[in-house]
């Protein structure tokens, strides 16, 4: 009987000790970076019009202009960032980019829809403003602002 709880007493032993590494294995041993939102540098950027942007993403954005949109676009050398704000009642609309940086694992972009200017006699038809900036081709994830 005393073999018997024994081998008991060292199983479990054993499950506690395999418990205990595992726990700071998945808690100590893989530590995900966060990120502080502290801008590194700022990126340079070109806004960029249909014409000089890849024809794929032309088509993206005209599929996805009839509602407000984010996306990114990437080809061998530049990412691509697009910014759009759906339908408008009017046109007369534009889109500043306050700001494009890189922090330490993410691309921060911010961005914003100004109305039509006051006396502005904007174009009675539906509109459908976006912004796209060209940056270089960087992995980091984009946060949209």
């Not at 960029?48 to 676009?73: C, H, N, S, W, Y």
Request: charged share 20%; hydrophobic share 40%.
């Amino acid at each position: 009987m005393n073999k018997t709880r024994g081998r008991s007493s060292l199983l479990i032993s054993w499950l506690m000790l395999a418990g205990l590494m595992a726990t700071l294995f998945f808690t100590g041993g893989c530590k995900v970076s966060k990120d502080d939102g502290q801008k590194v540098r700022d990126l340079e950027f070109t806004v960029v019009g249909d014409t000089d942007m890849p024809a794929e993403l032309r088509q993206i954005i005209t599929e996805k202009a009839v509602q407000p949109f984010k996306l990114t676009f990437s080809d061998e050398q530049n990412l691509f960032i697009a910014v759009g704000y759906g339908p408008q009642a009017t046109g007369g609309y534009s889109i500043a980019v306050h700001a494009l940086y890189l922090t330490s694992n993410s691309i921060v972009i911010d961005t914003e829809l100004l109305g039509p200017e006051k006396g502005e006699n904007p174009a009675p038809e539906t509109s459908y403003p976006y912004v796209v900036v060209k940056t270089e081709n960087l992995e980091n994830p984009v946060i949209f602002q």
